[in-house]
């Protein structure tokens, strides 16, 4: 079975500033990999994937993040955030199979403040 | 494409009574599923189904939840005498299906027991 550890549950950043959102995944093999953003009584949105190929991923909205396989991570990154990124974080994970089922981190609450 | 459709987007029921939740998925998308959000539990894996037919209800509690899918264009989670510890946002979403992974969530139906 898969889990996801998302270690900081609440992170503040100022306008401008550059952020990373960190996530372990733990699975057998090679995973999807998955970052999704939750904004104030929506539903979860998808900023990016990772299916295979290059292990950075561009994303929406200027995010990325790395697959690194030998630390079992999957970081979020953005070089200069705004104050509309504020908002809950959610690493997932699934497995290489038909299922598509995701298992999702405990997510991480993200404010910018201005 | 108006995304995946939940209904009600909140609803109220006295202890005991029971509760319907409603999802239209992406038309063309082959898997539905259902989680459930809390603040102690996070996002939880309920229910899903692949060309209506259910597939892992792993998540379901064994008593009280049930979940439907009669065609390709909506399901149904259905609790039946709801309990406080019910209060919660359901979520439902939906994928192409066929190793494509990626989940497309509706915005969720706020439930809350009284």
């Known amino acids: 079975a898969q889990s996801v550890t998302q270690p900081d549950a609440r992170v503040t950043v100022s306008e401008g500033a550059s952020l990373q959102l960190r996530c372990k995944y733990s699975y057998s093999g090679t995973p999807y990999l998955f970052w999704y953003v939750q904004y104030p009584r929506q539903g979860l949105q998808l900023l990016l994937k990772y299916y295979s190929g290059d292990p950075v991923v561009q994303g929406v909205n200027g995010f990325e993040a790395e697959f690194i396989k030998s630390n079992s991570s999957f970081h979020l990154r953005k070089a200069s955030v705004h104050w509309s990124d504020s908002a809950v974080y959610f690493c997932a994970v699934s497995a290489r199979t038909n299922t598509g089922k995701l298992t999702f981190g405990d997510g991480t609450v993200l404010t910018v403040k201005p | 494409n108006a995304g995946v459709i939940q209904t009600p987007r909140h609803k109220v029921t006295g202890k005991g009574q029971e509760a319907t939740l409603w999802c239209e998925p992406i038309s063309g998308h082959s898997a539905v599923f259902w989680y459930r959000q809390t603040i102690v539990q996070g996002l939880e894996f309920l229910t899903y189904f692949r060309n209506q037919a259910p597939i892992d209800d792993s998540g379901m509690p064994k008593e009280r939840f049930s979940a439907q899918m009669p065609n390709q264009s909506h399901s149904t989670l259905k609790i039946q005498s709801t309990q406080p510890q019910d209060s919660a946002v359901y979520l439902c979403?939906?994928?192409?299906?066929?190793?494509?992974?990626?989940?497309?969530f509706g915005a969720g139906t706020r439930l809350s027991v009284l």
């Open positions: 979403a939906s994928s192409l299906g066929g190793g494509e992974n990626t989940l497309y």
